[in-house]
Each structure stands twice: as C-alpha cells, then as structure tokens.
C-alpha cells in the first residue's frame, strides 16, 4: 500500500450508521495517537510510551504490517493493524493483529468502519501486485467480548482456542472470502 496517496473515507460503510469518522491509511504524525488508544485498549500497551515504542516497530514493519486511523475533528480515535503472513503470496493472508476504538466512542460503528474501508484498500493493493485476498485470520480474547462483532463484520468462524495466551484462554478466528465493503 502507499503510505503518500491515501485514500479516505467516510466511515458511514458501517451499516449505515453515520459515525462521523473519516478512516483512512495511518500517516507517521497519527503515531501518537495510535499509541494513546492501543494503551488504554490493551493491557499488553501500558504504558502508553510502551505502546509508543510498539507502535514505532509495527510501522517500521511496512509493507508487512499497515496501520489505518479513524479520525475525527482531526484526533485519531480507532485504529486497525494488519499484518500480512508467510510472504507476498498470490493468495494473501491477511492477520487483523489489532482493532480498537477511544473508550468513550464505541459502539457508533467507527470499528466496523475501520476493518470494511481497511479491507477494501487491502484488496485493492493485492490486486495492482495480481495478488488476492484468500483468508483473514483474527484471534480475541476470550473477555474481549468482541467474538460476535468479527463474526458480524467478517463473517468470521472460530476453528481453534489457544489456553491461556495473554489473559485467558484466545480465540483463533478465520474469514475466507471476507466481505467486501458496501458501494460508498
Ligand atoms: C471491538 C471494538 C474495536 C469495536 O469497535 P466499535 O467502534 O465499538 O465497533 P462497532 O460500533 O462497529 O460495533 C460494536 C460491536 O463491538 C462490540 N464491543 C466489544 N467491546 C465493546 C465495548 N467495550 N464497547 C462497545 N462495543 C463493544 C459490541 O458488542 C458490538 O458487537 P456486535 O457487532 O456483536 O453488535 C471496540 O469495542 C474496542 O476498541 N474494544 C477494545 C479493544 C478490543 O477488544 N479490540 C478487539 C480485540 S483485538
């Protein structure tokens, strides 16, 4: 993907929801505030210059992993992270290795937003490298409660649990063929 030609949109693809969001491929100056939302969504990024530091390695890792922001009034308030597995494969292998939305904004549709808009500038990058997207994979905490939410947006089916991986036991979620994003 090209980190000097995003593409945004409006996070509206979320069922129709208006969430006042716009989603659009992370920039370096969205670092920051990558970090500050992964801290206070994950206990694995505290502190937040922990999370800092993460953050700063995950993008270093371009094109393997890539960052999408939600933004709004110019303040990143979600972002996605995917990391793309065992090589640039003509049937890619998409991982979603994290999702998360500002505390007090959740549930307004701004997450759903960020993995269909996300998806849809994945699948387009795949195809200008005649590559395409065969499967994403997706692993949740067991108390993240957010098992229906992938199965809703990515039509996500859990083939694995993994006992005691972070702070309990983790779901290992697989998409094939994930949706693609509604016509904006
Ligand atoms: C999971 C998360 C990214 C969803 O973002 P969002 O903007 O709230 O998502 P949407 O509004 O598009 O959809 C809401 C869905 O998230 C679920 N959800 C999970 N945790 C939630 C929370 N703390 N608050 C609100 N909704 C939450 C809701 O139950 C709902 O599920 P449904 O689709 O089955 O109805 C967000 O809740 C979050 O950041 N959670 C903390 C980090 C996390 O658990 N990330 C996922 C695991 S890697």
């Not at 500050?36 to 390695?57: D, H, I, N, Q």
């Not at 996605?80 to 290795?97: P, T």
Request: hydrophobic share 40%; with cysteine.
């Amino acid at each position: 993907m090209n980190r000097s030609t995003p593409r945004t949109s409006r996070a509206a693809a979320a069922g129709g929801r208006a969430v006042g969001a716009v989603v659009r491929p992370a920039a370096e100056g969205d670092l920051d505030g990558i970090a500050a939302v992964g801290s206070e969504s994950f206990s694995g990024l505290s502190p937040v210059s922990e999370a800092r530091r993460w953050v700063g390695a995950c993008w270093r890792a371009s094109p393997r992993m890539q960052y999408w922001v939600a933004v709004s009034k110019g303040v990143v308030v979600g972002y996605i992270l995917w990391l793309e597995k065992g090589g640039f494969r003509k049937e890619a292998v998409f991982e979603l290795e994290q999702v998360a939305v500002r505390a007090g904004q959740r549930g307004h549709g701004v997450g759903e937003a960020l993995i269909r808009s996300s998806l849809d500038d994945i699948r387009t990058y795949l195809r200008s490298r005649g590559a395409r997207l065969k499967l994403v994979e997706v692993t949740t905490g067991s108390e993240q409660g957010a098992l229906g939410f992938y199965a809703r947006v990515l039509g996500t089916e859990q083939v694995a649990c993994i006992p005691d991986l972070f702070r309990g036991d983790e779901f290992v979620l697989i998409a094939r063929e994930p949706p693609s994003a509604p016509p904006r």
